[in-house]
Structures are given as C-alpha cells and as structure tokens.
T-cell receptor, first 112, second 110 residues
Framework: EPEVTQTPSHQVTQMGQEVILRCVPI?????FYWYRQILGQKVEFLVS????????KSEIFDDQFSVERPDGSNFTLKIRSTKLEDSAMYFC??????????FGQGTRLTVV | SQQGEEDPQALSIQEGENATMNCSYK?????LQWYRQNSGRGLVHLIL?????REKHSGRLRVTLDTSKKSSSLLITASRAADTASYFC??????????FGTGTSLTVIP
C-alpha cells in the first residue's frame, strides 16, 4: 500500500540552527501539506502546496519557514533559525483532489 | 477559527461498549474526515464523508454528518482495548485545505 514517508523520525537541533524535514508524498498525489503537533496539543495546519507553489499558509508559517519540492518526489520543510517553541511533531500529508489525506509517521523535532 | 471541536475531550468506557464522539465546525465544508492517533504516533485515516452524504459505515465505525447543524459524529461499536487512542475530525474546505479539531482521547478499559 502506498505511504507517505518522513525522515528523520527524530531530529535534535540547537536553538538558532537550520533544520530541513523531508517527506516523500504518495507518487500520484497533487496536494501536499505540513502540520505540526506540540506535545499533548492539537494538530495545527502550517502550509499547503499545489502546483509547485504555496496555496495556503497559517499564521504559524512565518518567514522562518519555507517549503520546497526540489524534485519530483521530495517535499521539504525548512526552519531557518529554530526556536525552543518549534519543538513539536511535524507531519507531512498528501492527497489527490477531494480524497482522504495520507499522513507520514512524523518527525519529532527537539530544539535545545 | 476554521478548526472543529470534538466533544467530549476525554472518554473512558469499558471494553465492549460503544463510543460516540462528536465534532462541530464553523464553515462550509466539502468533506469531513476522521483520524486516529495512538500516543506519540502518526495520524491514521479512518473514514471520509462528503458533504452530500449523511451516514457512512466502515467495519465497526459509523460516521454521520449533519451539515445544517455543522456537526458530525463517530461511533465505534463493540469497543476494544486496542481502540484506545485520540480521535480527530478534520474538515475539508475549498482549495483542498483541511483543518483538525481538538481531538477526543478515548480510553477503553479491558
């Protein structure tokens, strides 16, 4: 069964460092998303991506964040200068139009 | 906020009982999805119901949607200890965006 894969599963980084979280969406999907979940809290929308550009972003997704689809398979989330409050589980998802979204297992980001 | 809200926030039942969770939302939707999350793990898609559907079944799951009340319910019948998890509704709106509710934490006691 096709699945969304995310790497790494856990990333520890120093405050102020840049991190790149990687995702491989399901190959025939067109819409890609990043969500985050701070421990014990709700799942928050960060950004959606379609046709090689951001289609929507939340207030959380400020200038420190960026997304890229550098080739036909990878979808990345970059945080330029990490802060302690960026510590969370980051989920990537993909979907075809109007169908269920498939999520990866997440990357646990710990900023120290 | 476009996010839904689940009710109750936490639910504890005995194995074999039915569990009902509700989701309310604010905006018009294209579809509504229910997800499950085991502690510290990823989100697993359970079921999708479109805005023109009123009820859908999948195994022990039954989902209803009332667009006039902007609410949905997820019923898990004959619950098992393995059903212990958090359950989220996600509302699909225009442009293929979807937003998660606050979640219901379900504990099924063996």
């Amino acid at each position: 069964e096709p699945e969304v894969t995310q790497t790494p599963s856990h990333q520890v980084t120093q405050m102020g460092q840049e991190v790149i979280l990687r995702c491989v969406p399901i190959s025939n999907h067109l819409y890609f998303y990043w969500y985050r979940q701070i421990l014990g809290q709700k799942v928050e929308f960060l950004v959606s991506f379609y046709n090689n550009e951001i289609s929507e972003k939340s207030e959380i997704f400020d200038d420190q964040f960026s997304v890229e689809r550098p080739d036909g398979s990878n979808f990345t989330l970059k945080i330029r200068s990490t802060k302690l409050e960026d510590s969370a589980m980051y989920f990537c998802a993909s979907t075809s139009s109007g169908t269920e979204a498939f999520f990866g297992q997440g990357t646990r980001l710990t900023v120290v | 906020s476009q996010q839904g809200e689940e009710d109750p926030q936490a639910l504890s039942i005995q194995e074999g009982e039915n569990a009902t969770m509700n989701c309310s939302y604010k905006t018009s939707i294209n579809n509504l999805q229910w997800y499950r999350q085991n502690s510290g793990r990823g989100l697993v898609h359970l079921i999708l119901i479109r805005s023109n559907e009123r009820e859908k079944h999948s195994g022990r799951l039954r989902v209803t949607l009332d667009t006039s009340k902007k609410s949905s319910s997820l019923l898990i019948t004959a619950s098992r200890a393995a059903d212990t998890a958090s359950y989220f509704c996600a509302t699909g709106v225009t442009g293929n965006q979807f937003y998660f509710g606050t979640g219901t934490s379900l504990t099924v006691i063996p």
